[in-house]
């Protein structure tokens, strides 16, 4: 149920001018200033919301999300459920849903993944592909909510307004969180990183089954395949398949985000094992930029300075 209505803001709160409770041991919100979100997928999430609902209420959402007026915020039947303060004693209840997509869609969203083998890999490894918005559309759906109607939230303040401020309060910390957890968007659309990562698997093993003598290079014509000795000259040439193809050295999104999604290993010893291993992660990572980039950090340059 959404609820909408032009009615004063003020209806829910004290009267006017009054600011609301001041909230203790609520969620800090890591901005207090610009920007709510860090990562691509979180500023989508915060743009798709900013451009459904009214700016005002979003205004003092900010506010509120800034003020820590957000008490608690969890993940429950399928949507996001939050207690907001408000100028009344007792915490609002805010409940943010969107509407998951349906089956045949999922399939359909699976295929075009399976298709690139980086995308399986970037989501093992806890990232979220650069490009599966694009997944998304060529499936003939949106990733993040695109209408009115795929966005349910509630809230039990007596405002009547869609969104009223304890639900854009939510909305900005739920974007924050976003951050934390990338495969939060993919669950309120309906599937979990593993139920993702499972269909992606059985496609790829389907996919693997083909017999030898039916492969073909997806770059050259089956019928005219140049012989070795043809192409030894060119041997240390890219070709123009490749001049597209980008390589990026970079520290990962999430930290560890392998090592994260083990989780601490099922054994009885004195030594924690994980611990041991981050700081095996962190020193392999800062080798492998020292070794790419010099003296120099991802995206500097030594032209400058030669």
């Not at 451009?51 to 429950?76: I, P, T």
């Not at 020193?283 to 120099?296: K, N, P, T, V, W």
Request: aromatic residues 8%.
């Amino acid at each position: 149920m959404s609820w909408y209505n032009n009615n004063n803001d003020n209806d829910d709160e004290r009267p006017s001018g009054m600011s609301p409770r001041r909230a203790r041991g609520g969620i800090q919100a890591r901005s207090q200033r610009g920007d709510f979100a860090r990562n691509w997928w979180a500023r989508r999430w915060i743009s798709a919301m900013e451009r459904l609902v009214d700016v005002r209420r979003l205004a003092r959402g900010q506010h509120y999300a800034r003020s820590g007026q957000v008490l608690s915020m969890e993940e429950a039947q399928g949507g996001i459920q939050a207690r907001v303060q408000g100028s009344r004693p007792s915490p609002y209840r805010v409940s943010i849903r969107i509407t998951p997509l349906k089956p045949d869609q999922w399939e359909k969203v699976l295929d075009e993944l399976a298709e690139q083998a980086i995308f399986a890999a970037q989501l093992l490894a806890g990232e979220m592909p650069a490009d599966i918005e694009q997944v998304f559309s060529a499936a003939g759906v949106s990733l993040f909510p695109d209408r009115l109607a795929d966005l349910q939230t509630e809230c039990t303040c007596p405002d009547w307004a869609n969104p009223c401020k304890h639900v854009a309060a939510a909305h900005y910390i739920l974007g924050e969180r976003f951050d934390e957890d990338p495969f939060l968007i993919l669950r309120l659309r309906g599937r979990t990183q593993d139920q993702i990562l499972a269909a992606l698997r059985e496609r790829r093993a389907g996919a693997n089954t083909t017999p030898a003598a039916e492969e073909h290079h997806p770059y050259l014509p089956a019928d005219n395949i140049p012989t070795l000795e043809e192409e030894l000259p060119n041997f240390w040439e890219i070709g123009s398949a490749m001049q597209g193809f980008a390589v990026q050295v970079r520290p990962p999104t999430l930290p560890q985000p392998v090592l994260q999604r083990l989780g601490e290993p099922d054994v009885n010893s004195p030594i924690r094992l994980r611990e041991q291993l981050q700081e095996t992660y962190e020193a392999i990572s800062a080798a492998a930029i020292s070794l790419a980039f010099g003296d120099f950090g991802p995206g500097e340059s030594g032209e400058e300075n030669a």
